[in-house]
């Protein structure tokens, strides 16, 4: 498996500001992705990064509020923007080796928005 | 109808004994299927990957799949307390769906001594 490092483990941030969360593969990687974990809830997807280009967004996830960058095949940043209280979430980032489809995660960063 | 459904548990089993954890999903087209553990406050870990139809071990962990029925279901023997923990299922449609993951919403499985 991968080793995925994931930064900030966790933050505190106020309404109205914007976070950027890192997430940093040890090798390059075919696919990556970022969830969100809401309190008590499973994961969903956010969107699929590629590198070189937007990001493809799931249902119900927009780039102005979850803009993702991808510049390279091991590189990829989050940003939830203008942050509310409903914001608090995990968010985890995911690699896909594009093998055989097994997708590992970053240990996450833990939001709360005051 | 939900893409992944699981029974939420929790689930009790004493130690040593089975705990049996199923899963169904309703896209006829799923390719590939996981169980991950999640431990309170962690990100999930892979413990098991499965593709075709049958059964497939992996130390005290066997995955079952039976497509036809769209069941996927996993069992882990001589349960330990360190296996208490929340089970995820996770589904991909293949590389038509850009091999995305389809999660149900977890089993809490606990293991009492």
């Known amino acids: 498996s991968a080793v995925i490092s994931q930064k900030p483990s966790r933050d505190i941030c106020q309404r109205g500001t914007s976070l950027t969360i890192q997430c940093q593969v040890d090798?390059?990687?075919?696919?990556m992705f970022w969830y969100r974990q809401q309190p008590g809830q499973s994961l969903t997807l956010i969107a699929t990064a590629n590198q070189g280009s937007e990001a493809t967004y799931e249902s119900g996830f927009v780039i102005d509020k979850f803009p993702i960058s991808r510049p390279n095949l091991t590189f990829s940043t989050l940003t939830v923007s203008n942050m509310s209280p409903e914001d608090s979430s995990i968010y985890l980032c995911?690699?896909?080796?594009?093998?055989?489809?097994?997708?590992?995660f970053g240990q996450g960063t833990r939001l709360t928005v005051v | 109808q939900k893409e992944v459904e699981q029974n939420s548990g929790p689930l009790s089993v004493p130690e040593g004994a089975i705990a049996s954890l199923n899963c169904t999903y309703s896209d006829r087209v799923s390719q590939s299927f996981f169980w991950y553990r999640q431990y309170s406050g962690k990100s999930p870990e892979l413990i098991m990957s499965i593709y075709s139809n049958g059964d497939k071990e992996d130390g005290r962990f066997t995955a079952q799949l039976n497509k036809a029925s769209q069941y996927v279901s996993l069992l882990i023997r001589d349960s330990q307390p360190s296996d208490s923990a929340t089970y995820l299922c996770?589904?991909?449609?293949?590389?038509?769906?850009?091999?995305?993951?389809?999660f149900g919403t977890g089993t809490q499985l606990k293991v009492e001594l």
């Open positions: 090798s390059q990687v075919t696919m």
């Open positions: 996770a589904v991909n449609i293949g590389p038509g769906g850009g091999n995305k993951l389809t």
């Open positions: 995911s690699v896909d080796r594009g093998l055989d489809t097994e997708a590992f």
